[in-house]
């Protein structure tokens, strides 16, 4: 595998800093957000330790805000988006027929803002304490005035970087799907995947904007005493609370949304059936999406909008149960006579679906108004969310990992251990979850750092943190297990689940570089699947074999980010009282921010200048590889 | 002006070379996506402004301190800017590589004059009216909105600024069109905004 085409060729850390292969970035993505998700999973575990018994003092109350504000923080921004981002860049070009993504330049900068904007954030753990106003950071609590440590600046700042790279990856899987598909696969021939990406990306674009101008103006109300949120001043805080949910509901839709479509890539393949309702399962995609953008005063019926707004938003609310409900259905109906194998990816595609709908009738129930008023800020929200986010959407993310481990790696992750991690995973995610519904029912509110004995919550705090442990022990055996594949030789087969039934099952697990040696005809629905019942032996080629021409490797896309950290950092800190006169010097004169919005900028000159006229890998260089062992 | 690069390149260019390529419809594509993107960013400025609007905190209020003459004039300007990038586009479609950087160079200095007019009423609201970020929640709101617009139009000054330079070094090719094609689709989006900034904050504000 490892020869030179051409001098362009890095080697080891060089490579990955400068790499713009999809599949690598891919990887990138999933190195990233386990680490992230690995804060956020020992920040949770630290809350429930908290939690574990009546009037605790394990942590104190400063230090539990800045846990719950950064677990959640960190799982939603942090955590979840790249290993999503990271499944996307691993597979859409391959169900696509493509050989890589339409702006390689682009992915790898997504990547690199991303991982900066969370680095920024995480800074503030030893940079003089966490943002601790909670993950939605309402005003005024977020403000300077209850909120004095620089927590809440590394809030908007970090996440105004991150959430440029999300944006950034969001316009580039657009363009990528809707440019780069093989001949013959039209629209209603893509995969669920490709199809549930496709849509959350269009969210990802008419969403994130709206956060990243809530972020700069609570940002400026901190940093530059604007008056956004002061009431004292003529401020509305309220407005935040819009500005947040309006990005903030589309991005629950936008999480669980590829779930939704590894679900529905996982569940065909292993009943052996074709996706039933394949144009309905696309219909209500696009309808969910739609819905996710009227709804979002959902989350504000105890603000005071009134009867009138309240009612609405209760309705439109309810209604987005109907598309989620046909998609509940449809993987009923395609599991319904089908020839089901209980693999580990199918253990967590089966789990996900109980699971998600009880997160769902938990959602009807708070789409009440009335009822609402009751739920509202208890833990019953917080088992309503943890149902959908943990239960839902990552029990799909982990059902999509050991589903294309083998693709992205080449080795198959071991299924005993798969199936004992599935199974930790599932009883502790219950059992932490489940008495939360209970306990929000009795009274006991969200985001406190401790409780009184005696009201009924101790033995459901107990349980419940007994099943956090579980969980993470779960979780703990999925990284064994990737530890321990890890170190087993390469070698799986093109189609290692044997029933696979899209296009990257069709190329060598991982594919080679330009993924594609000829890129295929696309005729029908599952296009493999087709080819196989057919009698076929691949897929039949659309194109002769030719030289392919790749995309050179750059460091720009890494620098960039460096210069956006640089500038965000500085900032943050210009109106800082520093006791060394050159620390003033450089950051009280905007020093700091001059110095990284340059390299930023210049990096974008020199890429601008600069063509890249890429390289090409020659038909006999591709003879070589072809082969397969 | 050097003609030589139009003319090695005028026989093989096709009509619109800024399509003639997957990376440069791609990059068309996905510049469009990005506007809608912008459109909801500059949505959600302007929600928030009108929100704020008459909130003034005792400072000076929008009729105080408008003055409509200068803002009209700026409109002008802008709106003339768009119009030369225009003509940018349709010299380049006809192959003109010289009309093509005197059009952006015109579309350049415009959108300069236009930022002059800005940071004087900025820095005059600032001295002369003690109107600044921190006075109230409109000040905050306006100078947010009207500044974010104004560094789009500053950003779009040295992009377009680092254009003309590559049509001098690299001559119309497929490259280099699209580049400028999505260049005038931006100046075009930060004038649609300016419209609307003309009408919401200046002209309600001098009638509300
Ligand atoms: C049938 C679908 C759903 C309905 C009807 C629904 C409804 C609601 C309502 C009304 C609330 C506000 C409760 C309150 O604060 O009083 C809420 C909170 C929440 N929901 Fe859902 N939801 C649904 C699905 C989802 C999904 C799929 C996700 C994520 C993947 C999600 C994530 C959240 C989160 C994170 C919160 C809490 C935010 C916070 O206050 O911190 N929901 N949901
Ligand atoms: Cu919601």
Redesign the pocket.
């Known amino acids: 595998m490892a020869h030179a085409h051409s001098v362009k060729r890095h080697k080891g850390l060089m490579d990955w800093l400068t790499t713009v292969d999809h599949k690598k970035i891919a990887i990138l993505y999933l190195l990233a957000g386990g680490l992230f998700f690995g804060i956020g999973g020992i920040e949770a575990v630290l809350i429930r330790l908290q939690l574990i018994k009546p009037m605790n003092d394990f942590v104190s109350a400063q230090t539990f805000n800045e846990l719950i504000t950064m677990h959640?923080t960190t799982m939603?921004f942090l955590g979840v988006m790249p290993v999503i981002f990271a499944l996307m860049n691993a597979v859409i070009p391959l169900q696509i027929g493509a050989r890589d993504v339409a702006f390689p330049f682009l992915n790898s900068l997504g990547f690199w803002t991303f991982l900066f904007g969370g680095i920024l954030l995480n800074l503030s753990w030893i940079m003089g304490g966490a943002p601790d106003a909670?993950?939605?950071a309402y005003t005024p609590l977020s403000t300077t005035t209850y909120s004095t440590t620089h927590g809440v600046d590394f809030y908007t700042v970090g996440l105004q970087i991150a959430g440029l790279g999300t944006l950034i990856g969001g316009i580039n899987f657009l363009a990528t799907i809707i440019t780069m598909r093989a001949p013959g696969m039209s629209f209603m021939r893509m995969p669920m995947f490709t199809w549930t990406s496709f849509i959350t990306s269009a969210m990802i674009l008419f969403a994130f904007p709206a956060i990243t101008v809530g972020l700069v103006l609570l940002s400026f109300d901190r940093i530059l005493g604007a008056n956004f949120f002061e009431v004292a001043n003529g401020g509305n805080p309220v407005l935040w609370q819009h500005i947040f949910w309006i990005f903030?509901?589309p991005e629950?839709?936008i999480?669980?949304l590829p779930?939704f479509g590894v679900i529905s890539e996982v569940i065909p393949t292993f009943a052996r059936k074709r996706l039933f309702g394949y144009s309905s399962m696309v219909f209500a995609t696009i309808l969910i999406a739609f819905l996710g953008f009227m709804?979002w005063a959902?989350?504000m019926?105890?603000t005071g909008l009134g009867p009138v707004a309240n009612a609405l938003f209760s309705i439109a609310?309810?209604l987005?149960?109907v598309p989620?409900g046909i998609k509940i259905f449809n993987w009923l109906f395609t599991m319904w006579g089908g020839q089901i194998r209980f693999t580990s990816p199918n253990l967590f595609a089966i789990g996900f679906i109980p699971t998600?709908v009880m997160?769902?009738?938990?959602?009807?129930?708070?789409?009440s108004a009335p009822a609402?008023f009751q739920?509202?800020?208890?833990y019953?929200?917080?088992a309503?969310?943890h149902y959908?986010?943990v239960g839902?959407?990552v029990s799909g993310l982990l059902s999509g990992l050991h589903y294309w481990w083998p693709k992205m790696f080449g080795r198959m992750l071991n299924e005993s251990l798969g199936k004992l991690s599935f199974w930790f995973f599932i009883i502790g995610f219950h059992l932490t979850f489940f008495v939360q519904h209970f306990l929000g029912l009795m009274g006991m509110q969200?985001r406190v750092f401790t409780y009184l004995p005696n009201q009924g919550f101790d033995t459901l705090n107990m349980v419940s943190t007994i099943g956090a442990i579980l969980m993470g022990i779960g979780i703990l055996i999925f990284l064994i297990n990737a530890i321990v594949t890890a170190t087993k030789p390469k070698g799986v087969a093109d189609d290692p689940w044997e029933d696979g039934r899209t296009l990257e099952w069709a190329i060598p697990s991982p594919p080679p570089e330009y993924n594609f040696k000829q890129i295929p005809l696309v005729r029908g629905i599952d296009a493999l699947w087709k080819e196989k019942m057919a009698g076929n032996k691949g897929m039949t080629p659309a194109e002769p074999l030719g030289p392919i021409h790749m995309p050179s490797p750059t460091i720009l896309p890494f620098v960039m980010s460096v210069g956006i950290f640089i500038a965000g950092l500085g900032f943050m800190f210009s109106k800082e009282q520093f006791s060394n006169s050159f620390m003033s010097l450089i950051f009280n004169n905007w020093i700091v921010v001059i110095i990284g919005l340059l390299i930023t900028f210049g990096s974008m000159l020199l890429r601008s200048l600069y063509d890249d006229h890429g390289w090409h890998i020659e038909v006999d260089e591709l003879d070589e590889e072809g082969v397969k062992a | 002006m050097s003609t030589t690069h139009a003319e090695t390149v005028d026989g093989a260019l096709p009509h619109e070379p800024e399509k003639a390529t997957l990376e440069g419809r791609n990059k068309v594509l996905s510049f469009w996506l990005f506007l809608g993107g912008e459109a909801v960013l500059f949505g959600t400025l302007f929600a928030t402004f009108l929100a704020l609007r008459n909130q003034t905190n005792e400072g000076p209020t929008a009729g105080e301190l408008f003055q409509l003459p200068m803002t009209a004039a700026a409109t002008l300007i802008l709106l003339v800017s768009s119009l030369t990038s225009v003509f940018a586009v349709q010299a380049m479609h006809r192959h003109k590589v010289a009309a093509l950087r005197v059009w952006l160079m015109i579309t350049v200095l415009l959108g300069l004059g236009f930022l002059g007019l800005e940071i004087y009423e900025f820095a005059e609201y600032v001295r002369a009216e003690k109107f600044g970020m921190t006075t109230s929640a409109f000040s905050s709101a306006f100078y947010t909105l009207v500044g974010f617009h104004g560094a789009h139009v500053a950003f779009g000054v040295l992009w377009i600024s680092v254009l003309i330079g590559q049509l001098y070094k690299k001559g119309l090719t497929v490259v280099t069109a699209p580049k400028v094609y999505v260049s005038a689709m931006y100046w075009h989006f930060i004038d649609v905004v300016w419209v609307f900034i003309f009408t919401v904050v200046y002209l309600l504000g001098k009638v509300g």
């Open positions: 959640g939603i909670g993950w939605t903030g509901h629950v839709y999480l669980i779930a709804v959902h989350h019926f105890t609310t309810m987005i149960a989620t998600f997160g769902g009738v938990t959602g009807v129930m708070l789409a609402d739920f509202h800020d208890t019953f929200v917080v309503h969310f959908v986010i839902g959407l969200r």
